[in-house]
């Protein structure tokens, strides 16, 4: 799995049981997609891409919120997207 996230540009589908950790294959896949838009001197260019991270639990969402330090999206944002 970590090959696939991390290498290629393809679809993935992960079916595993609770406790897995399917939510680093989903951490593995948003690396790969921010470092093809990295730029000069470490820079991303975030203009070029969005992720939507989608989780039946909301503990699982907010893990992910957390790490981004993202907490919330005004309307104003979510209409821009």
Known sequence: ???????????MFLCALTDADK??????CILHEI??????????????????????????????VELNDDHQLSHEQINET
């Open 23 to 28: 939510i680093n294959v989903a951490l593995l």
């Open 35 to 64: 470092g093809k838009h990295v730029m000069f001197y470490d820079t991303i260019n975030v203009n070029k891409f969005k992720m939507i991270y989608t989780a039946l639990m909301r503990s699982l969402v907010q893990d992910v």
């Open 1 to 11: 799995m970590v090959k696939a996230a991390l290498k290629f540009n393809e679809n």
